[in-house]
């Protein structure tokens, strides 16, 4: 941040604007934004001519003007990473008295309606019609993937993921044994071998191409097949999976499915042959070859931001831009950490201030997308679309504070690495995370924190407002939710959210899921429904305040609170439990191996002026198979609470407006508005 003597010395200039062409060239001024009628000055070519064009302007000086690369349509394929430093960064002038902040940010912005898209990828031509098998194929040959130069997982379409062969079609296969180990309490012993069932391995084509994925727990494993022993049914991999090869902790071995097999190619789906160089497509119905677009991914990232230790790069802006075709593959790693915390983005920003992208595409990327790190402050992602992402959307990590995720449309995430999140926070204080609309990944929504147990962990006065977090799980993972929260997080709020549609393959589909340590956090004012386990669980935390909220249709509770802890660990009021199958609260998950489960008197909790309703109109069993009457006097639990209907408008269509006269508003339980829900 430069400082300035006054305003006059810091008078803003006329923007400087460069554009660029894909038609262009890098011998070109850049002021032109098309090539003039001599064809000898117009746009540049290429975003590093862009870059060098910056440099050559700041001379390595602040400016105090802003400057524009404006960037027409097309596709911009990179070679390498876009690398922007503090000699390409924006200004932030700030005067004597800290009270007037100019700002002349470097902005990469799309021409008029143009579409400009900066790709990772390279466009695959040299198609031709060939029959195999009785099947219509498209077929080419890559000479840089069979020298080994090149090795690609995904494949677009005209812009459209295609997927590879999979096996089963639907659902999964399960592992029949692992020789030496017990299902039971190996949940962390690595194997690279196991034992499967029937005839769900083969020795198809290219074995050593094929792809096994064992899901466990909350995480992927990732392995290549290496030797196959059909007789004994024994399928060995090219590396240790991460952790164990069970299910979860229900002492069962776990499921898997099968990947990149050749024979089983349908329409729509397509096939890498390493050893020939040959890629296949099995077309559908209605594509045709002449209008068909290939890209595969070849770099692992397209831009870096990275500012010094004494001098952040600021006022980077990215608006109305499309990123796409990254990929990662690990040649080690079998699993990727909880939440894939260890995949790489597209996009890394370190050391940055007040950048930001905004009304940007970000699709068909193979690895997160946004990553900040190492001390970013107050950039801003609003407004984009992310759909089709091999794992998650934003990382905002250890150390980074004040930054706002608002308004964005995040789907289809965790293609390849199943447990990426959407917007994952760790260590990093003053987030805002508002109006975003969340669907469709296959672990968790939202994640803050990154603590386990109540050690500092700097998550603290992050706020969650107004999202609408839905189709989490879909019965790939376990032990997740909408929203999941980690370690202490002093004056973090989860408000006026709707959370719905939670599955998880095994146990653990949650709305709000406060785990390990998680404390001193509000929630309130949220609609929680439609999950597989419950709306609202704590594993342990102190000091949270659950009120004001809605929370119906689960299909084993709506409440559970697992272990005790040292001090109050929730206060429950003025909440609104609405039920039609399981029950109502429930305490400690039951250990599927040892079936015990503790008593819910040693709880420190507060339960105050709730409001409950079975529709099946049955007498509800509270904890320790207590009566209401029995949990309000041997527990002095719910004092002030009521059984009753609330008379919502129409629950099961999900509108949960109360009605004039609803016994809710007795108890003090606020109303509040969901129309403001999801992007504005």
Not at 12 to 19: C, N
Not at 211 to 217: R, S
Not at 636 to 647: F, H, N, V
Request: glycine residues 8%.
């Amino acid at each position: 941040m430069t400082k300035g003597n006054n305003r006059e010395m810091n008078k803003p200039q006329k923007p400087i604007e460069f554009f660029v062409s894909p038609q262009g060239s890098d011998s070109w001024s850049g002021k032109l934004p098309s090539a003039n009628k001599s064809v000898n000055d117009g746009p540049l070519a290429t975003l590093p001519g862009a870059l060098a064009a910056i440099r050559k302007v700041k001379k390595g000086k602040d400016l105090f003007s802003a400057i524009r690369v404006i960037m027409r349509g097309g596709h911009y394929f990179l070679a390498e990473p876009l690398s922007i430093t503090n000699a390409e960064s924006g200004t932030t002038v700030q005067t004597d008295k800290a009270v007037v902040t100019d700002e002349h940010p470097v902005e990469f912005n799309a021409y008029k309606e143009e579409k400009p898209v900066i790709s990772g990828g390279r466009e695959i031509t040299g198609w031709r019609e060939q029959t195999i098998d009785g099947k219509e194929l498209w077929v080419t040959n890559i000479p840089e993937v069979k020298s080994g130069k090149w090795r690609f997982n995904q494949l677009y379409l005209n812009n459209e993921w295609r997927d590879r062969p999979r096996l089963p079609r639907r659902g999964f296969f399960r592992i029949a044994d692992v020789p030496g180990l017990k299902a039971a309490g190996n949940e962390l012993v690595g194997r690279d071998f196991f034992k499967y069932r029937k005839n769900d391995i083969k020795s198809w084509k290219n074995l050593t191409d094929v792809e096994v994925v064992v899901l466990h727990l909350w995480v992927e494993e990732r392995m290549w097949i290496k030797k196959l022993q059909e007789d004994k049914k024994m399928v060995t991999f090219d590396r240790n999976s991460g952790n164990g090869l069970t299910d979860d902790y229900t002492g069962t071995w776990g499921e898997y499915y099968v990947e990149n097999v050749f024979e089983e190619l349908s329409p729509g789906e397509w096939y890498l042959d390493r050893a020939s160089g040959t890629c296949y497509y099995y077309p559908q119905k209605f594509e045709k070859l002449s209008a068909a677009q290939f890209i595969a991914p070849v770099l692992e990232a397209l831009v870096n931001i990275q500012g010094e230790n004494e001098k952040p790069v600021e006022q980077i802006r990215f608006n109305g831009i499309t990123f796409s075709h990254t990929q990662w593959v690990s040649e080690s790693r079998a699993e990727f950490g909880q939440a894939s915390v260890v995949v790489p983005a597209a996009i890394t920003l370190s050391n940055a201030r007040k950048c930001s992208f905004k009304n940007c595409t970000f699709a068909n990327i193979g690895t997160y997308v946004l990553d900040l790190k190492k001390e970013c402050r107050e950039i801003e992602i609003s407004r984009n679309n992310f759909y089709t992402l091999g794992a998650g959307a934003i990382k905002i990590w250890h150390g980074c504070t004040r930054n706002i995720v608002a308004d964005n449309t995040i789907a289809h995430g965790g293609k390849i690495f199943h447990s990426g999140v959407a917007v994952l926070i760790g260590k990093s204080s003053g987030n805002m995370v508002l109006h975003n609309h969340i669907h469709h990944f296959y672990y968790t929504g939202i994640s803050v924190g990154w603590a386990w147990g109540y050690a500092e962990s700097n998550t603290y006065g992050n706020v969650i407002e107004y999202n609408h977090v839905h189709d989490i799980g879909q019965g790939f993972l376990s032990d997740m939710g909408c929203i999941y929260t980690l370690g202490n997080s002093q004056g973090t709020r989860i408000r006026f959210n709707v959370f719905s549609d939670v599955v998880s393959r095994g146990y653990g589909g949650f709305g709000i899921y406060t785990d390990e340590g998680s404390s001193d956090i509000l929630i309130e004012s949220n609609i929680c429904c439609r999950t597989k386990n419950q709306p609202f669980l704590q594993h342990f935390g102190m000091n949270n305040i659950i009120q004001n909220n809605i929370f119906a249709f689960s299909k084993e509770s709506l409440v559970r609170l697992c272990k005790a802890d040292r001090g109050i660990s929730i206060i429950f009021r003025n909440n609104i439990l609405y039920f039609d199958e399981g029950d109502c609260i429930l305490g400690e998950m039951i250990n599927n191996i040892t079936k015990v489960a503790r008593s819910w008197q040693n709880r420190k909790a507060l339960f105050e002026k709730n409001l409950y309703f079975d529709k099946r109109k049955k007498p509800i069993p509270f904890p320790d198979k207590l009566t209401f009457t029995q949990w309000q006097q041997k527990l002095g639990q719910d004092r002030g609470s009521i059984i009753a209907d609330p008379l919502f408008v129409a629950p099961e269509k999900g509108d949960f407006r109360l009605k004039p006269g609803s016994p809710a508003f007795k108890l003090g339980f606020k109303e509040f508005d969901v129309s403001m829900v999801g992007p504005r």
